[in-house]
């Protein structure tokens, strides 16, 4: 029994030493968002505080897991103003919940670098599965450190109100959130 427990034990450490860890390069990265005012006009924020990582052992990410994390008190969507509203308890309650993350549950190739990534965003205190379109910019080396490197396309739309978030009519400031990223991974 006991020899069976050790071998057990190896072959996890020895799957789990397959995986490698990527992490986000914050200067050629991006986490933001697009609404539409009054119905008429796109307004874009991001967040200037944020991290990400990627797990995975296999060359083409189709096992990896995805995990995104920004510091809400970071938002810009260069206005002072709405910058410090969006911080209130009624938006996104930077002093209550400083952070939302999300964590990838499933990765699901579709075709050539096309994926489909679902997971669980936490914003405001409420968990819900979302799933965003992903695409694979491609791969290379950085000339610098000589390590591998890869790019990546997040988007889709989340509702505002799902989360809690804004109070305000779907006139004002509308319900579906385009939600966008983009990230340069290095691998560690």
Known sequence: MKKIVILLSCLVVSVASYAQQWKVDKAHSKVGFTVTHLMLSEVDGNFK???????????????????ISADISSVSTDNEMRDGHLKKADMFDAEKFPKFTFKSTSITKLDGKKYKLAGNLTLKGVTKPVTFDLTLNGVGKNMRT?????GFKLSGTI?????????????????????????EFGKE
């Open 49 to 67: 505080n944020f991290d990400a990582t990627i797990t995975s052992s296999k060359d083409d990410f189709t096992d990896a897991v995805f995990e």
């Open 146 to 150: 000589q390590k591998p490197i890869a």
């Open 159 to 183: 509702k505002r109100t799902d989360f809690g978030v804004g109070g305000m009519p779907d006139a004002v400031v509308s319900e579906e959130v385009e939600v966008r990223a983009v990230g």
